[in-house]
């Protein structure tokens, strides 16, 4: 039974993907990284003797700490961030509980460079409509979830890209984009290499909607409704990611949670015999 300062596998497994998701910070000494350079969803790696750098970024914020196994490195790590006010846990089992739990991992090559503020910057075609709507949720929920996302108009994605060192997406011939029938958010969950079962129902909606192929899924002409609404809705792309957010958060939980459940009206009415 964990202690009231750690968290279990299946309760955190619970959160990752979600908008109540705790901060994650991996811990592991280069070493132990090296021999596993994988994260966990969302986390970001820091030096365990330097913890005071991150107090003032994760005050007021839930934090999960880990290295390889949650001991010394994640107890310590953990005790640190507490005595500064930090509301911290420790992942029981740490790194290699979760890997062998079979959970979702991110692959680190993949992961583009940082700024100095620690996010990860990408930028697209302005005003999305699904795959620039889609893999921004991605990113945000499984990959950096301080991403920063750039909408400039198509022929500028390229100079752009380069002018701000940020990674180009759902452009033609640029970055993580379309490769036959498969769409961007295809290309996103491959180059990371996360395994979701759910995630792969939620691809498979995208891939619909984003290709005008709805019989790969019935859900896709729902999907496409709501975000050409959400597109008419919104003039500034920023705002409306902000509002597909909750779109895709919606839809992963249904995929994780409800997909077999259905509905019916009245939903408990006894009728007479």
């Known amino acids: 039974m964990p202690s009231p300062t750690e968290i279990t596998v299946p309760q955190l497994a619970r959160l990752v993907g979600t908008p109540d998701a705790p901060v994650l910070v ?24 330097a913890l005071d750098a991150l107090v003032s970024r994760l005050a007021g914020q839930r934090v999960v700490v880990y290295c390889q196994r949650g001991r010394k490195i994640s107890q310590g790590g953990a005790a640190i961030l507490r005595a500064e006010g930090v509301a911290c846990e420790v992942l029981e089992g740490g790194q290699l509980a979760w890997r062998d739990a079979g959970r979702p991992i991110v692959e680190a090559s993949a992961m583009p460079a940082r700024d100095a503020a620690g996010r990860t910057t990408w930028v697209t075609r302005h005003r999305p ?11 945000r929920r499984f990959v950096d979830p301080d991403a920063r996302f750039l909408f400039v108009p198509p022929e500028d994605v390229a100079l752009v890209a380069e002018r701000f060192g940020a990674v180009p997406f759902d452009a033609e011939g640029l970055g993580l984009t379309h490769e036959g029938e498969r769409c961007s958010f295809d290309a996103f969950v491959a180059a ?11 691809a498979a909606i995208v891939r619909a909607a984003d290709t005008n192929r ?20 919104h003039r500034d792309d920023v705002a409306q990611l902000d509002a597909g957010m909750v779109v895709y958060d919606a839809l992963y939980r249904w995929a994780r949670d409800a997909a077999d459940e259905g509905h019916d009206w009245p939903s408990a009415v006894t009728r007479p015999s």
């Open 214 to 233: 709805h019989d790969l899924a019935p859900e896709a002409a729902g999907l496409l409704a709501v975000s050409l609404g959400l597109s008419r809705m």
């Open 129 to 139: 409509k699904v795959d620039r709507i889609a893999c921004p949720w991605l990113v």
């Open 26 to 49: 991996d811990l592991r000494t280069p070493e132990d990284f090296a021999a596993d350079p994988q994260l966990i969803p969302g986390a970001v790696r820091h030096d365990a003797t």
């Open 192 to 202: 990371f290499g996360i395994e979701d079962t759910a995630l792969d129902r939620v």
